[in-house]
C-alpha cells in the first residue's frame, strides 16, 4: 500500500520488542516504530497504539502509560486512523485515562 504507518508505544522496551519482531516476520513491510517521543511532530495515515500495560504491570507502569502528555502524541498522529492493540478489559479497570479511552472504544465500537 501506499498508506504510511506508524507503531507507538509509551516503553522504550515494547518499542525495541517491536522491531525486532517486524523486521523478522515483515522484513520489506515499511512501518515506523517508536515511543511517543519519537513520534512528537510526526504523522502517519495509519498509526496503531500499543499501551503494553495488562494485569500484573506494575502501577507505576500504567500511570506512564496513561500520562496525558504521552496519550496525546500517540492518538493524535494519525491522518486517517488510529488502531489501539492492548488489554480493553484491564484498562477500563484502571483509573486512568487508559479507562476513559477503553470507555469511549465501548461506546463507538459498531
Request: net charge negative.
Amino acid at each position: 500500500t501506499d498508506r504510511t504507518v506508524g507503531i507507538v508505544t509509551p516503553f522504550a522496551p515494547q518499542r525495541d520488542l517491536l522491531i525486532d519482531l517486524h523486521a523478522q516476520r515483515f522484513p520489506d513491510a515499511s512501518v515506523t516504530i517508536d515511543t511517543a517521543h519519537g513520534f512528537q511532530g510526526d504523522e502517519r495515515d495509519v498509526m496503531i497504539f500499543s499501551p503494553a500495560v495488562t494485569e500484573g504491570v506494575h502501577a507505576g507502569l500504567v500511570r506512564f502509560a496513561a500520562n496525558p502528555n504521552l496519550l496525546n502524541v500517540a492518538l493524535t498522529r494519525a491522518r486517517a486512523r488510529t488502531v489501539v492493540v492492548g488489554d480493553r478489559a484491564f484498562a477500563a479497570g484502571t483509573s486512568s485515562l487508559l479507562a476513559d479511552l477503553a470507555g469511549y472504544e465501548r461506546a463507538t465500537a459498531g
